[in-house]
């Protein structure tokens, strides 16, 4: 069958069948990474995606979506992201990335291939899909920890009438422009949104969040502070710890907390930032 995921990536179908097949159910970058890794020690696979084309939940994200991690720390073994990309890739550049990984390590893929359950069947596995049933030794599920948004069942939501989004559907900064606006969670999608909404003409602008952020900036001068990662991981957590609120307090001269209500427009991306004071909210923790 004829079919492209884009104008340059053909589909290749993968083999199917055979005992000693290993099927990965997920063409994103974990599933890609899987397949090459067995691929390159002479284990046959056969990669299913459900979409048309590889990383498509990245294409639905809002526009000025980024990785916040550097990109020499998120490339796949093996590839590194192209000269001059971005240090922090944004969605474009991450889809086209994982195009090229699938096509320069010759990745097989069947795309709209849906898997509706997976059992055993004596020492392997059937998994079967909307149109077939494959066999297959071992079985790879690579269909993303965050593959599908979620929101709490707060109480009051039924009857809220305002407009309740998930950042997942966050579509543009100007969709919110005279809005008072409550984010909640103070996470990376919650900060991430945060500084996109600052740079709109927005009403109010709030912060729920459980427990003061842990902020820290993007750069230190020309330096990612990302790229320290694998340094910080070695070190044991106290000093760890100390060496982030050392960080903190140099960068934003205050605790984590004030630096949510001090912090003004164009502060770095991943910090909090405000034309005007940015009111945090630390809710109980619900169990």
Request: net charge positive.
């Amino acid at each position: 069958m004829a079919a492209t995921t884009s104008e340059t990536m053909p589909i290749v179908l993968g083999p199917k069948g055979p005992d000693d097949t290993v099927i990965v159910i997920g063409a994103g970058a974990a599933g890609l990474a899987a397949a090459d890794a067995l691929g390159r020690r002479g284990v046959r696979v056969v990669v299913l995606e459900k979409e048309p084309r590889i990383a498509e939940p990245w294409r639905g994200r809002h526009e000025k979506l980024t990785l916040n991690t550097h990109r020499a720390l998120s490339a796949l073994p093996g590839l590194a992201y192209p000269p001059r990309t971005a240090a922090f890739p944004n969605k474009d550049a991450i889809v086209g990335y994982l195009e090229d990984f699938a096509r320069a390590r010759g990745i097989r893929v069947e795309f709209g291939t849906a898997v509706e359950r997976i059992g055993r069947r004596g020492n392997g596995w059937l998994v079967h899909t909307g149109r077939e049933t494959l066999s297959a030794r071992n079985v790879i599920v690579a269909t993303g920890r965050d593959r599908l948004p979620w929101t709490p069942d707060w109480q009051g939501k039924a009857t809220f009438t305002g407009k309740l989004v998930h950042a997942a559907d966050f579509g543009t900064a100007q969709d919110y422009v005279g809005k008072s606006v409550l984010v909640v969670g103070a996470g990376n999608s919650g900060f991430d949104v945060l500084n996109h909404l600052v740079r709109a003409d927005t009403k109010a602008i709030c912060l729920s969040a459980r427990q003061g952020p842990s902020l820290m900036p993007k750069r230190i001068g020309k330096v990612a502070v990302a790229r320290l990662g694998g340094f910080m991981a070695m070190l044991p957590t106290w000093i760890a710890d100390a060496a982030i609120a050392a960080t903190q307090r140099l960068v934003f001269a205050t605790s984590p907390a004030s630096a949510c209500r001090r912090r003004r427009r164009a502060a770095p991306a991943g910090s909090a930032s405000s034309r005007s004071p940015l009111p945090l909210t630390t809710a109980p923790s619900q169990r």
